[in-house]
């Protein structure tokens, strides 16, 4: 026993010295992403999941438009449990359905609508409870050919997962609550810095005015307001809240898009501004205009929040007419580093088309809506843009596409928007939903840590193990056998600071893990 268990620390020491000592001062490995995002119900029976290694279509969307194609652009919510990665809800703003596919008993006549419109439902988690959810919800108003603009208005509803027998439910006394007038389209949440609570980002019609709120456990509340940037209002025939809105998934940046269009074109070239975003406050400042593009609409950060993506049109410079740019954020000047990622890929181009939303997956690609074979066609609209790499520059990350053998489902321009940070640092390779053979089925958490430390297996891949620590000398610290899958919760409050490895012993096979203390 003894000559085994000097073995044993023998072959530890050697994992320090391969693996961990040569990276001491290095990034720790990324965080996997929570599995909220598992599940995407988005146009018209179009719908994803991420619980495979690789996106594979679903059949049982009710939102189903008909004829009325256009109300395929709306982006809903789609909500799936953040450990299990099973389906809870979605909502295209009007309804709400169950992961039965029912409507919930509460859950129609919500204050959202389409008219055309692109944001319209939006999902932010209770900060003081895991069963309920803020839905928010937005209307945009109707197209009038009389009026030089188009406003929103937002309002939210509570969801508690623990009515109508767990399926979840509206609470009627918490539901279309009007949260503000004179709103553009655009929405996002960003946690706060202390871990538990939530910003969530609105932008005013007619200035350049950003609305915050603070989401805490005593619920949603005005913060402050803050003018920076462009307005959002362009004295034109026709002006519109048109537009994403995406944080840094580091949750330290804002990006934001504008559409104008007039006369069915939205040829007007605007700015694509970025903001610096301090999650401790709440304030934006530091805007950077990183070009004027026409059409410009969908956007979003790579995971690793060093590079950007943007769909528009750039009219002069480098790359001009693209539909979908990446620019370098770490460089000096990010518009020097521009690339248009579609004009020349002989795979792409024949897909060619404006007005799409873009939005990272949980197995750590960058997918886009489509919009040109919907109007061509909506039998065809069965595929999705998806990067393959977004954290790698230039043509290295990779752009095709990807087809879907739904029946009758159109994608339309936009697909389900979430909170970003649930992306951040995701490598195709950290995919939480991958083989259970790969190193990235198990999560340590949190890294750093101060209290405790947990090891998190998917469900699939869960078997008994021993877990052993290590310090960074490669000297036995403690051991525990974890016979279920939810108690590895380790306590460290003991542990001197320093790096640590701890060894998660699964049958027919041993992975290491490094953390700080």
Known sequence: MILLQSSFLLIMRFVVYLFFIPGLFSNNRPVLAQKEANNWYFGSRAAITFSRNAPQELHDNQMYYGANVSHSYATPASISDRRSGALLFYSDSETVWNSDHQVMPNGQDLSGGFNDAMNTAYSVPDPSDTNRYYLFTIYTDPFDPERAYRKSKVHYSVIDMRLDNGRGDIDARQKNILLQDSTTMKIAAIPHANGRDYWLLLHEFGNNVFSIYAITASGVHFSHRIAIGNPH????????????????????????????????????????????????????????????????????????SKLVYVQGIAVTGKDSADLLYQLNLEDEDPVATRTGLLRNNPAITKYLGASYSLQLGPDGRLYGGNSREYFIDPKRSHFLYVINDPNRVGHDCDVEMISFKWADAIVGGNLPNYIQSVFKDLTPTDNPNAACTADASILLKPNPATGYIEIEIAERCFSPYYLTIYNALGQFVSRRFISDQHSGRIDVRSMASGVYLAAVELPGQMLVKKFVK
Not at 249 to 273: G, H, I, K, Q, Y
Not at 287 to 295: C, E, I, K, P, Q
């Open 233 to 304: 209002l362009y004295h034109l025939p026709k002006s519109n809240g048109y537009g994403q809105m995406k944080a840094s998934p580091n949750n330290r940046m804002l990006a934001s898009t504008l559409v104008v269009c007039e006369d069915n074109s939205c040829s007007t070239l605007v700015p694509f501004e970025i903001f610096d975003f301090d999650n401790a406050t709440g304030i934006l400042s530091n805007v950077r205009n990183l070009g004027h593009y026409a059409a410009l609409y969908g956007v979003s950060f790579s995971p690793n």
